[in-house]
């Protein structure tokens, strides 16, 4: 009998530890007990039975059983052949029309020509598909668990290491530092793709791969665990050991983060205007960038055939430090931009919607509740603690700040500042003027709409 030996390389259930290697050594001797010829061997690579990939090698092993090449396969176990109860029926239908033998190391010779049969082979891959499932949700459930409880779930991240206690990373006293540096960096403005090139060329490598890119300083900034945060269904909790950087510092980074563009996260803060992207158009609301020589700077908002609405940029940069100096002078500057604030009333909120949260799970578990009924409000507790995130997070500006609000300014990276106005205006914005737009230094064009938000709806009303 010519017979054909299969294997797949898997991660799933039955894969873990099981090597192709034992595959293919234990289907060889069962062709040798059987006397059987061993006319190939057909070996595909998969990462999980899940997946949806194709197996060329086994689309290949259906060919030449159509052909008549095979007349009996071998594989370790009936799962390694099918992965998919639909699978599994096709492959019933091109036995009944060949006539082709199976048997597997596993579960012996495997006889579809019956009915009983049949269902002796369906029933082996819902059960082994089942397995599979159960699998992967207690490993689910026992990572929940163990967060719940503080502990940190998922690989290490740079800068810490595995401690002597399974789940409880500790600061990696050799990039700590690193990282810590690039926490400050962060929050100044420094772009993460110049701190990915300055990590680069010291020669510190990444934990995994080559080279440091700014998608990997950012993956690496938003871990909680270099905090000593875990993060348990969406919502950050204190853990059980000690991160590199607290967590006011790692929440300032993060809001610093969001609150830039993309494209500016990327840029280098010495490349930055200060109201550029910022400054817009008050009748367009295009938004305006900054162009010109060193000696005639201007910010325009360049859209051929509709706006050209322009001014020099010395002359906006100075009425927005002006304006934003004054603002920083007044006595409730401390309030306003969130610095020494009690955050236990914002942290009590985020306990009280979280449990709220939870309760309506609860209800929709039990069926008292339907999930499109919860919907609305759940998507509102989601929004709100969002916002309070935020409200947490800080902008980085100190106390010591607001006693000279002039040398803080001088002080701050253009970055830091761009941050300040975004926080304090919902706009800026530039009036056209007259019939030409030239450059024009008359600082009464430009407009501030301050924020609302600034300090109204970040205190809950409790
Ligand atoms: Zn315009």
Same mark, same amino acid.
């Given at each position: 009998m010519r017979a054909a030996v299969y294997a797949r390389i898997s991660r799933d259930a039955e894969g873990e530890g099981l090597g192709v290697q034992r595959q293919l050594d234990d289907c060889r001797a069962l062709c040798e007990r059987r006397q059987w010829q061993n006319v190939?061997?057909?070996?595909?690579?998969?990462?999980?039975?899940?997946?949806g990939r194709l197996r060329p090698k086994y689309r290949q092993l259906l060919d030449d059983v159509r052909a008549g090449k095979v007349e009996v396969v071998v594989a370790w176990a009936p799962e390694r052949l099918h992965r998919s109860p639909r699978e599994l029926e096709d492959f019933i239908e091109l036995i009944e029309a060949t006539g082709l033998g199976v048997e597997t190391v596993k579960?012996?010779?495997?006889?579809?020509?019956?009915?009983?049969?049949?269902l002796v082979a369906r029933m082996l891959g819902a059960v082994s598909?089942?397995?599979?499932?159960?699998?992967?949700?207690?490993?689910?459930?026992?990572?929940?668990?163990?967060?719940?409880?503080?502990?940190?779930?998922?690989?290490?991240? $740079? #800068?810490?290491? +595995?401690?002597?206690?399974?789940?409880?990373?500790?600061?990696? *006293?050799?990039?700590?530092? &690193?990282?810590?540096?690039?926490?400050?960096?962060?929050?100044?403005?420094?772009?993460?793709?110049?701190?990915?090139?300055?990590?680069?060329r010291e020669g510190i490598r990444p934990r995994r791969g080559r080279e440091w890119t700014h998608i990997g300083i950012r993956r690496l900034i938003y871990s909680p665990a270099l905090a000593g945060l875990v993060e348990v269904d969406g919502e950050l909790k204190a853990a059980v050991f000690e991160g590199v950087v607290d967590a006011d510092e790692w929440r300032t980074a993060l809001a610093a983060l969001r609150r830039r563009p993309a494209g500016e996260r990327r840029r280098p803060p010495e490349?930055?205007?200060?109201l550029g992207?910022?400054?817009?158009?008050?009748?367009?609301?295009?938004?305006? $960038? #900054?162009?010109? +020589?060193?000696?005639?700077?201007?910010?325009?908002?360049?859209? *051929?055939?509709?706006?050209? &609405?322009?001014?020099?940029r010395a002359a906006a940069d100075r009425i927005a430090t002006d304006i934003v100096l004054e603002r920083l002078r007044q006595p409730d500057a401390v309030d306003?931009?969130?610095?020494?604030?009690?955050?236990?009333?914002?942290?009590?909120?985020?306990?009280?919607?979280?449990r709220r949260r939870e309760e309506i799970v609860e209800l929709i578990a039990d069926g008292l509740l339907t999930g499109a009924a919860a919907r609305p409000q759940l998507d509102r507790i989601v929004q709100r603690l969002k916002v309070l995130e935020g409200a947490r997070a800080g902008t980085g500006v100190q106390v010591d700040d607001l006693r000279d609000p002039a040398a803080a300014w001088e002080a701050w990276?253009?970055?830091?500042?761009?941050?300040?106005?975004?926080?304090?205006?919902?706009?800026?914005?530039?009036?056209?003027?007259?019939?030409?737009?030239?450059?024009?230094?008359?600082?009464?064009?430009?407009?501030f709409v301050w924020a609302a938000a600034t300090n109204d709806g970040l205190i809950p009303n409790c």
């Open positions: 190939g061997e057909y070996i595909d690579n998969d990462i999980s039975a899940y997946s579960a012996g010779v495997w006889d579809v020509s019956t009915s009983h049969g049949r598909r089942s397995e599979s499932e159960r699998l992967g949700e207690r490993v689910h459930r026992a990572h929940q668990q163990a967060k719940a409880r503080g502990y940190w779930r998922g690989p290490i991240p $740079f #800068g810490m290491r +595995a401690s002597s206690q399974p789940g409880a990373p500790e600061p990696d *006293p050799a990039t700590a530092g &690193v990282v810590e540096l690039m926490f400050k960096r962060v929050v100044a403005g420094h772009s993460l793709c110049q701190i990915a090139r300055d990590l680069n490349t930055l205007t200060l992207n910022i400054l817009e158009c008050e009748e367009h609301r295009h938004k305006c $960038f #900054g162009t010109g +020589a060193a000696h005639a700077a201007t910010y325009q908002a360049a859209l *051929p055939g509709q706006c050209y &609405v322009t001014i020099t306003l931009l969130q610095i020494n604030r009690d955050r236990t009333p914002i942290d009590n909120e985020i306990s009280h919607l979280v990276t253009v970055p830091q500042r761009r941050d300040l106005l975004r926080l304090l205006f919902d706009r800026i914005t530039l009036r056209h003027v007259g019939s030409k737009n030239g450059p024009r230094a008359d600082p009464t064009r430009v407009g």
